[in-house]
């Protein structure tokens, strides 16, 4: 686990740039996370979650704005979630862009519907900027608050590891104690068997002269 830790802390800033820019919550999380544990300033981590997600936003809105035709983005449309998203877009535009990125599950037909749909290049650029600041800021804190409850889940992580490592031995074990006596077993049986089958015949071959 502390290996992961290690990597975690020597590609933080790649991991929230591209994470934030293709995902979500999770790595902005991450930046807190490490901000918590000193590898990096967390103005340095809410800003990179800020770029990433409103790059990220903004990257699929002008694809499907400018490119509507792709098969991409018809492959999108025809999904049940577009439907729901261009209803929200039609009824809540500018709250929309703020409020997409929260949805699970809705932001990527939410961007489409919100590039095919009337609002302005410069109307979304100006949401997207206010939504991804509050979304940074949000769970880049999250990760920062709770660094401690993550680092805990971390080192008992690292105790069960250890703990079902050492269960697998024993099982592995007891597994290769149990086939050794099944093979013992059968030897040691076949042996008995062989050692009374002579008794059996000296006894028989004792009887003979007497009959």
Known sequence: MYEILSLIDRFGLGIVFVGTFFEGEVFAIIGGFLAYRGAYPIELMASLAFVGSFCGDLA???FARYF???RWVVKWTKKPKFAK???LVDRFQAYFVIVNRYVYGLRMPG???LGLSSITVPRFLALNFIGAGIWAGIFTTIGYVFGYSIT???QRLEMM???VMIGIGVIVLLLALFFA???GGSVIRDRLFSREERAERSRQAERKPGE
């Open 60 to 62: 699929v809105f002008l």
């Open 68 to 70: 509507s035709d792709s």
């Open 85 to 87: 998203a261009l209803r």
């Open 111 to 113: 961007l489409i519907a």
């Open 152 to 154: 805990t889940v971390f």
């Open 161 to 163: 590891e250890q703990g």
């Open 181 to 183: 006596w099944q093979q």
